[in-house]
C-alpha cells in the first residue's frame, strides 16, 4: 500500500523565519525513512502581490525599483536567518540572478507597454522557484535527504496563459517515470509549462492544485494542506460569535463552500482528489481541522458519477468567473 504524503505549504506557512522552522519540524515529523515526502511551496507571503504590482508600474510607465528591492531584499533576510554565513553564498547568488531576470523582463514590459500572459506567468513563477530553492537548501543544511524539483518537469498545461487546462494525460504519463526515492523532493507550487515548454500557472492559489495533481498521480495516500486559517468554519466568524471549524465534510459541501467564499482551498484542487479518492486534510499548527472524503473511499466499485459531473460542472463555472 502506498503511503507517501504530499504536503504543501502556503505563501504565510513559507513566509516568515519562525513559519520556515515551522515547516522542517512538520517534515521531520512526517518524514518516513521508508516513503518519498512530496513538499510543494508556495512563494513567499506577499512575494507574488509584489511582482504583480510591479509589472502594473512598468505597464503604466512608472518605476518599480523600490517594489522589487523590497522582495529581493526579504529573500535575502530570510536566508541569513536560516542559513550559516558560510552556506548562503549559492542561495544569494540565485537570488540575484532572479531578481536581475525579473528586472529584464519589467523593463522589457515597460519598453514595450505591453504584458502578455505568456510574460506575466514567467514572470510570477519566480517566487515559487526561489522559495522551494531556499527551503530545500535549508533541509539539507539541517541534513535532511531533500531535492528540489521543478514542477515543470511534470505538470503539462494548454497554452491559455492565465486560465490555463492540466493535461493530465500527459501529466500522469511524466509522473509515472518520476524515479523516486525514499527522500524530500521540494516542489514548486502553482507552476507549469505547456508543450512548447513555455511557462504557464496554474491560478492564484494554484499551490492547492499542484499538490492535488502530483496526489492522483503519483497515487499518493493523502494530501496535506498547511495553511493559517482554521479549516472550514461553520460560518463567518467575525460576523458569528461562536462559530467553530468543522471536523469533517464532503467534497460537494467543500465545494459548495469555496464557491460561496470560505478561502481555504483552491476550488479546483478537489477535481483530482476526488478523481483518485485521495483525502485532503487541511492543518494547522500540527492539528488536524478538516478531513476531506469522497463516498467513494475504499470501493472504486461505488463512485458517485452524479457528483463528478457536478464538480466538473463548478470547476467550468468556477473559471468562467476568474
Known amino acids: 500500500m502506498n503511503k507517501m504524503k504530499i504536503l504543501k505549504f502556503g505563501g504565510t506557512s513559507v513566509g516568515s523565519l519562525d513559519a520556515l522552522k515551522n515547516v522542517k519540524s512538520i517534515v521531520e515529523k512526517e518524514f518516513k525513512q ?92 519566480y517566487g515559487e522557484q526561489m522559495s522551494s530553492k531556499i527551503n530545500v537548501t535549508y533541509l539539507k543544511a539541517e541534513n535532511f535527504p531533500a531535492n528540489y524539483t521543478d514542477a515543470r518537469e511534470f505538470i503539462v498545461t494548454d497554452s491559455n496563459f492565465g486560465n490555463v487546462s492540466v493535461d493530465f494525460i500527459k501529466t500522469y504519463e511524466n509522473l509515472k517515470n518520476w524515479n523516486l526515492e525514499n527522500q524530500i523532493y521540494v516542489v514548486t507550487g502553482f507552476t507549469a509549462k505547456d508543450k512548447n515548454q513555455d511557462t504557464t500557472t496554474l491560478g492564484r492559489g494554484g499551490s492547492d492544485y499542484t499538490a492535488a495533481i502530483l496526489g492522483s498521480g503519483l497515487k499518493a495516500a493523502q494530501i496535506q494542506i498547511w495553511t493559517d486559517v482554521d479549516g472550514f468554519m461553520t460560518a463567518d466568524p467575525r460576523l458569528v460569535k461562536n462559530a467553530y471549524s468543522q471536523p469533517e465534510l464532503s467534497y460537494q459541501e467543500a465545494m459548495e463552500m469555496s464557491y460561496f467564499g470560505a478561502k481555504v482551498i483552491y476550488p479546483p484542487t478537489m477535481i483530482p482528489a476526488i478523481e483518485s ?37 463548478f470547476l467550468f463555472s468556477f473559471q468562467l468567473t476568474k
Open 34 to 125: 521508508t516513503e518519498p515526502l512530496i513538499v510543494v511551496c508556495s512563494a513567499f507571503y506577499g512575494i507574488t502581490n509584489s511582482l504583480l504590482l510591479a509589472a502594473d508600474e512598468a505597464l503604466t510607465q512608472n518605476d518599480f525599483s523600490e517594489i522589487l528591492k523590497v522582495a529581493e531584499d526579504r529573500h535575502y533576510q530570510i536566508i541569513a536567518g536560516l542559513l550559516p554565513r558560510t552556506s548562503q553564498n549559492p542561495l544569494l547568488m540565485m537570488v540575484k540572478v532572479s531578481f536581475n531576470e525579473i528586472e529584464d523582463i519589467l523593463f522589457s514590459v515597460k519598453n514595450l507597454g505591453e504584458l502578455s500572459g505568456r510574460v506575466k506567468d514567467r514572470l510570477l513563477a
Open 277 to 313: 479518492q485521495i483525502p485532503i486534510y487541511i492543518k494547522i499548527r500540527f492539528r488536524i481541522f478538516e478531513y476531506f472524503h469522497c463516498s467513494a473511499v475504499g470501493n472504486p466499485d461505488h463512485i458517485d458519477f452524479d457528483l463528478m459531473i457536478f464538480f466538473k460542472v
